[in-house]
């Protein structure tokens, strides 16, 4: 199986400190890796069935299993985190928290231009 990949867009201040933030909770023995849709292999992309044009939009998390996006990549990605970061990804992926979840990850998708370490590219 591939390793896990946390998908995000470094044009966005906001995306790229998440990712990092992330990415250093997760432990050294991880596979898992955080990059920038713009420093993606496009045969990734298309390995996993995503049309490139959707890691504009939210965060993806790519392992070999159905692609997750949104809240779904942010709860797969802290799952990978041990400790109770990695339970707070588990529980955003349980059914009746993620339905939650996913409309808070788009309205901070759609605002991520007012968050700190925002750039004029975090605007959608």
Known sequence: MAPAVLVYDADCGFCS??????????????TA????????????????????????????WLDGAQPRRGAGAVAA??????????AVGRVLALPLVREVAEPIYRIVARNRHRLPGSTPACRL
């Open 17 to 30: 400190r998440s990712a990092a933030w992330i990415e250093r909770r997760w432990p050294e023995d991880s």
């Open 33 to 60: 890796t955080a990059i920038a849709f713009q420093r993606l292999d496009p045969g990734v992309a298309e390995a996993a069935g995503v049309d490139p044009r959707e890691f504009h939009d939210a965060a993806f």
């Open 77 to 86: 990605a802290l799952s990978e985190a041990h400790g109770a970061l990695g």
